[in-house]
């Protein structure tokens, strides 16, 4: 570790132990943004699920307890940055659907990927957004770590669901003319 970070490692930790939880917390908020692997998925739900059982459930509210927590909700604000464009307004989702589409559909057409994302992207956001989306803000709300803002977060996510199953089909053919625009402008 580097000299001219001491002090700011420091404030972060006093002792060992500190440093191995920090480096865990690190560890666990990166692999947060894996949300393509299952069993990480399963292992996350089972850790919310141990965290935040009911009162009656259990009588763990030791430091053990706030740790873990912590280190859940951590986990999930770090899922949420990842998609924060989903639960914004429709036109902050749309610009940053349309630039990830853009992204793969151009590995696609360059050959850097095998499956076409015009194909299923439609239908795809529609899975997206009912089984990670809508949950992750359902979750977020259920722990409060924003408090009411949580309610606008899972309020926009419903509604863009709702928005693209209404102009999504359109959208992505929208985008696959615009790419293609792009593309013979340049």
Not at 1 to 23: G, H, K, P
Not at 64 to 76: F, L, N, P, Q
């Given at each position: 570790?580097?000299?001219?970070?001491?002090?700011?490692?420091?404030?972060?930790?006093?002792?060992?132990?500190?440093?191995?939880?920090?480096?865990?917390?690190v560890v666990n908020a990166v692999m947060a943004t894996d949300i393509v692997d299952k069993e990480l998925q399963e292992l996350r739900k089972d850790?919310?699920?141990?965290?935040?059982?009911?009162?009656?459930?259990?009588?763990?509210?030791?430091?053990?307890?706030?740790?873990?927590?912590?280190?859940?909700?951590?986990?999930?604000?770090?899922?949420?940055?990842?998609?924060?464009?989903?639960?914004?307004?429709?036109?902050?989702y749309k610009k940053w659907n349309e630039r990830f589409f853009i992204e793969c559909y151009r590995a696609y057409k360059e050959g850097r990927a095998d499956d076409d994302p015009s194909t299923n992207w439609y239908k795809s956001e529609i899975g997206f957004f009912d089984y990670y989306v809508i949950p992750l803000a359902r979750k977020l709300q259920s722990c409060g770590v924003f408090g009411v803002s949580s309610d606008e977060y899972l309020n926009y996510a419903t509604a863009n669901r709702d928005e693209w199953i209404r102009e999504g089909e359109a959208l992505v053919q929208q985008f696959v003319v615009t790419f293609n625009e792009k593309k013979c402008a340049s």
């Open positions: 570790m580097e000299d001219r970070y001491a002090e700011l490692r420091a404030c972060i930790y006093q002792t060992e132990e500190d440093l191995r939880r920090f480096r865990q917390l850790r919310w699920e141990t965290a935040f059982a009911s009162i009656a459930e259990t009588q763990d509210e030791g430091v053990e307890s706030e740790d873990r927590k912590a280190t859940i909700v951590i986990e999930h604000l770090i899922q949420a940055s990842d998609v924060a464009h989903t639960m914004q307004h429709w036109y902050i």
